[in-house]
T-cell receptor
Framework: EAQVTQNPRYLITVTGKKLTVTCSQNMNHEYMSWYRQDPGLGLRQIYYSMNVEVTDKGDVPEGYKVSRKEKRNFPLILESPSPNQTSLYFC?????????????FGQGTRLTVV | DQQVKQNSPSLSVQEGRISILNCDYTNSMFDYFLWYKKYPAEGPTFLISISSIKDKNEDGRFTVFLNKSAKHLSLHIVPSQPGDSAVYFCAASARGYSTLTFGKGTMLLVSP
């Protein structure tokens, strides 16, 4: 089954404690990206990757890091989480380099930073 | 500055009637538009898309209309069903740019 898998689904952490949210896709997609969803703000792109070892900033990259060492994985790293990073995070992947095609989203990771 | 706007946070429709969800955009570079549907506790799922070379695309009960001169698109659902109750996101992309810009979403409630 084609899918994008994020882990964990829920996470509560304390300010400053480094964390990683994993994302894996089994569709051999080149393009992967991370979004955060906040009330009244919709989905905003954090980082994206067009292929292995190619990453770039989206609209709200501050406080986040990513890596793309393998095609299937695209982890999101918060080196020093802060309460304003409390949000619902989604990973997405698509076949082509540009997002003018169907993107598949993961189930989401609800992160709370206290 | 928000480039993709969904000005109606919510919409209520009776089952069997038409649902019309609207989306406006400001960036004239956008050339591809998509609608995603999102249920609670799930990720968004692709619904339908339209290229700027078209003004209409239809898929079953779902039709998207694009008015480039007005920078406006709309999603029509006919007939609406209770299972259509979800948040609908409008999204846009521009050729040569590797990002997808989303609107804030419209919550659709279809009552029996």
């Amino acid at each position: 089954e084609a899918q994008v898998t994020q882990n964990p689904r829920y996470l509560i952490t304390v300010t400053g404690k480094k964390l990683t949210v994993t994302c894996s896709q089994n569709m051999n997609h080149e393009y992967m990206s991370w979004y955060r969803q906040d009330p009244g703000l919709g989905l905003r792109q954090i980082y994206y990757s067009m292929n292995v070892e190619v990453t770039d900033k989206g609209d709200v990259p501050e406080g986040y890091k990513v890596s793309r060492k393998e095609k299937r994985n695209f982890p999101l790293i918060l080196e020093s989480p802060s309460p304003n990073q409390t949000s619902l995070y989604f990973c997405a992947s698509s076949l082509f380099g540009q997002m003018n095609t169907e993107a598949f989203f993961g189930q989401g990771t609800r992160l709370t930073v206290v | 500055d928000q480039q993709v706007k969904q000005n109606s946070p919510s919409l209520s429709v009776q089952e069997g009637r038409i649902s019309i969800l609207n989306c406006d955009y400001t960036n004239s570079m956008f050339d591809y538009f998509l609608w995603y549907k999102k249920y609670p506790a799930e990720g968004p799922t692709f619904l339908i898309s339209i290229s700027s070379i078209k003004d209409k695309n239809e898929d079953g009960r779902f039709t998207v209309f694009l008015n480039k001169s007005a920078k406006h698109l709309s999603l029509h659902i006919v007939p609406s069903q209770p299972g259509d109750s979800a948040v609908y996101f409008c999204a846009a992309s521009a050729r040569g740019y590797s990002t997808l810009t989303f609107g804030k979403g419209t919550m659709l409630l279809v009552s029996p």
